[in-house]
């Protein structure tokens, strides 16, 4: 099994929301600072949002005040809620666990938004 595996990509319209999450092993999500990370057509994979194992979160000035990443340690899932998409949010999004030199990459999920 992949040690990540995103779901909840898809299609929205301007100003609407979608929700992604990242399933992840035990020791991943237990030791593994997460996080999502983005890549548009053209562009180089930027970072979103990251959430260490102490709770601390960090945004990209981009998305701060629209996204949320968060964790649900009953599902051990890796959560990033998004609102008020835009256009420019159009991307595949990447989730991340990375500890010390060690880093998994998940599949990728797509997420495009109309005008």
């Known amino acids: 099994q992949a040690p990540l595996v995103e779901s909840g990509g898809g299609l929205v319209q301007a100003g609407g929301s979608l929700r992604l999450s990242c399933a992840a092993s035990?020791?991943?999500?237990?030791?593994?600072?997460m996080g999502w990370y983005r890549q548009a057509p053209g562009k180089q994979r930027e970072l979103v949002a990251t959430?260490?194992?102490?709770?601390?979160?960090n945004y990209a000035d981009s998305v701060k005040g629209r996204f949320t990443i968060s964790r649900d340690n009953a599902k051990m899932t890796v959560n990033l809620q998004m609102n008020s998409l835009k256009p420019e949010d159009t991307a595949v999004y990447y989730c991340?666990?990375?500890?010390?030199?060690?880093?998994?990459w998940g599949q990728g999920t797509q997420v495009t938004v109309s005008s």
């Open positions: 991340n666990a990375r500890r010390d030199l060690n880093s998994y």
């Open positions: 035990r020791t991943i999500f237990s030791l593994y600072a």
């Open positions: 959430l260490t194992t102490g709770g601390s979160t």
